[in-house]
């Protein structure tokens, strides 16, 4: 019974492992989303005011231009990793790490100190997340006027579309 015990526990601790490293792998995935927004606001003043907040923001207009998308403005900005996670993210590597360990140690109790070593590699996940989070970020937004009013079309992180949904008085079609 004590091995069928060790090798569930060594069966889910991997597991563990296993989600744990997806974690971390999404916690530095691209969330680029489109969203659509009308507005009673004329169109000229709605792009000047949505290119301000985005420079207020820290995004830069970009030079390049596509032929296809001459109505798309395109800004770029750098998007900083988050301390927090980082902290967060070694934290939960160090206990899957010490869970691992322990299996480990018991299952191979005449090598069990050597195992403990392994909790020392918890901060590479914080040095990974850290390389990967720190990146480019781009956001192009277009204003149409319509029948109906103004349409406002971004291209942008799902947090950015998030706080300038709290920022406008905008309505989501």
Known sequence: ???????????????????????????TKDRTQIAEFATTELAEPLHQAILEYFQNRAY???????????????????????????????????VALLCFSLVLATLFSDYGAIFFGLVLLSPV??????????????????????????????????????QLKANAPFKAL
Not at 67 to 74: E, N, T, Y
Not at 85 to 93: D, E, K, M, P, V
Not at 136 to 153: N, P, R, S, Y
Request: without cysteine; charged residues 25%; glycine residues 4%.
């Open 1 to 27: 019974m004590e091995s069928a015990v060790s090798q569930s526990t060594f069966f889910l601790t991997i597991l563990l492992g296993i989600g744990l490293f997806f974690f971390i792998k999404a916690a």
């Open 125 to 162: 996940t914080a040095i990974i997340y850290w390389r990967r989070a720190k990146r480019e970020e781009q956001i192009a937004f277009q204003v149409l006027d319509t029948e109906q009013g103004t349409k406002l079309t971004l291209r942008a992180h799902r947090d950015e579309i998030i």
């Open 60 to 94: 830069q207009l970009t030079t390049e231009e596509t032929p296809d998308d001459d109505r798309w403005v395109k800004l770029v900005g750098v998007v900083r990793p988050s301390v927090f996670l980082a902290i967060f993210l070694s934290l939960l590597a160090a």
